[in-house]
């Protein structure tokens, strides 16, 4: 009897653990946010291209919070480095953006100067999660979202949004039902 329990209690925690999907990715991964160098003048363009963003990651900003800090912008603003009328400010050398939504995001230093010289991010993420770098087959307005807080609750992606999300649940369920069976054997066979 105690053995036939062990394996029911283990199959239903098999059956109700979840994936964690999200990923917190600092920005420049090694190099922290700063002007790029000489011998690596494009390194948030390659940055940006080299991963997969979704939505519930974050991009985590390094830097020193007394030399400078990070502004999200609109498409216009980060293409003629205009630090005006930032969407968002962060100033704490640990900033943290929580991508809760499909779009593009740009980011520059909010520090004069700075993003004439290429500190500056463009990343685009879509509604089913995946990633394409400059991509001109997508454009949401030119405006990127306004966020409230840096920090927020991040949302659970709709089920009926991603085919890839229903097919996730697939496996769950088919462990749970094949416990369950095993479980109402093992009682029964008492």
């Not at 053995?3 to 239903?12: A, E, G, I, R």
């Not at 002007?35 to 363009?45: K, R």
């Not at 394409?132 to 949401?140: E, K, L, M, T, W």
């Amino acid at each position: 009897m105690g053995n036939s329990q062990l394996w029911c209690t283990l199959l239903l925690l098999l059956a109700i653990q979840g994936k964690v999907l999200c990923n917190v990715y600092q920005v420049g991964d090694l190099h922290a946010w700063g002007i790029p160098t000489s011998s690596n003048p494009q390194i948030y363009t390659k940055w940006s291209k080299s991963h997969n963003l979704n939505i519930g990651d974050s991009l985590f900003f390094l830097y020193p919070p007394s030399e400078d800090s990070v502004i999200q912008v609109t498409s216009e603003s980060y293409n003629s480095c205009n630090l005006k009328d930032p969407i968002l400010y962060m100033n704490n050398g640990n900033s943290l953006f929580n991508i809760t939504k499909p779009g593009d995001f740009y980011f520059t230093s909010g520090v004069d100067g700075r993003c004439q010289k290429s500190q500056k991010l463009h990343v685009s993420v879509y509604g089913n999660g995946s990633y394409v770098a400059d991509s001109p087959a997508y454009g949401p307005a030119a405006s990127a979202p306004s966020y409230p807080t840096v920090f927020g609750s991040i949302p659970m992606q709709a089920a009926s949004a991603s085919a890839s999300a229903s097919s996730l649940l697939r496996i769950p369920v088919f462990v749970s039902a094949m416990a369950g069976i095993f479980c109402i054997i093992a009682v029964i066979a008492m």
